[in-house]
């Protein structure tokens, strides 16, 4: 049961133009969104978050943006440069009764962003 | 400011051994997760300490355990390890662990091998 769904396993883009990477969910009881983005061989580095009393956070060329009612979330990256060029992972994680935490994260299966110069 | 850091970044073992994995969080950070990211498989939660405890486990067997330390370092324990464990390990850190919009920051991972 896979509850964060990336269906687009890779996204090619040129340099300069907007990438946007998507994400859906099924568990309504995921409130706090989280995009990584990852190297290879290197661990995930955090981008942006999101929580789900917001519908959009920017943070300099990356933007989410959040549709509770959909389930679904996105990143925007303007412009995009060749360095973006990496696998994108959405994460999302579930409060317990009193807002406090489970500690898991659940992760999407990643899209690999490419940025041609 | 020092990152999450991992060691060794690479471990090869036979089946049947046992592996240890170590992470030590970011300064101020009390809480640790364990994450394993098997070939072709997106990132799966194995474990979160906080204060020296454990908090919740993944669906793993109970031969992954772990601890941590009074200095909130962290050591993952694979035992009698199979074939399939062989993975990239990653450990990440937060802040607090109390809530749940914490962002959990990884390090470098540690890539096990079973021979």
């Known amino acids: 049961d896979q509850q964060v769904k990336q269906n687009s396993p890779s996204l090619s883009v040129q340099e300069g133009r907007i990438s946007i990477l998507n994400c859906d969910y099924t568990?309504?009881?995921?409130?706090?969104f989280l995009w990584y983005k990852k190297y290879p061989a290197e661990g995930p580095t955090f981008l942006i978050s999101?929580?789900?009393?917001?519908d959009k956070n920017e943070d300099g060329r990356f933007t989410v943006f959040l549709n509770k009612s959909a389930k679904h979330l996105s990143l925007h990256i303007v412009p995009s440069q060749p360095g973006d060029s990496a696998v994108y992972f959405c994460?999302?994680?579930?409060?317990?009764?009193?807002?406090?935490?489970?500690?898991?994260?659940?992760f999407g299966q990643g899209t690999i962003l490419t940025v041609h110069p | 400011e020092a990152g999450v850091t991992q060691s060794p970044t690479h471990l090869i073992k036979t089946r049947g051994q046992q592996a240890t994995l170590r992470c030590s969080p970011i300064?101020?950070?009390?809480?640790v997760y364990w994450y394993q990211q098997a070939l072709g498989l997106g990132l799966q939660f194995l474990l979160w300490?906080?204060?020296?405890?454990?908090?919740n486990r993944g669906n793993f067997p109970p031969r992954f355990s772990g601890r941590q330390f009074p200095n909130y370092s962290s050591e993952l324990n694979v035992n009698a390890l199979e074939l399939e464990d062989s993975a990239l390990y990653l450990c990440?850190?937060?802040?607090?662990?109390?809530?749940?919009?914490?962002?959990?920051?990884f390090g470098p991972g540690t890539r096990l091998l079973v021979l």
């Open positions: 990440a850190s937060s802040r607090l662990g109390g809530s749940y919009q914490e962002t959990q920051y």
């Open positions: 568990n309504s009881m995921f409130d706090y």
């Open positions: 999101i929580s789900s009393i917001k």
């Open positions: 994460a999302a994680s579930a409060q317990q009764a009193g807002g406090t935490s489970y500690g898991k994260l659940t």
């Open positions: 300064s101020g950070h009390t809480s």
């Open positions: 300490y906080d204060e020296g405890e454990e908090r």
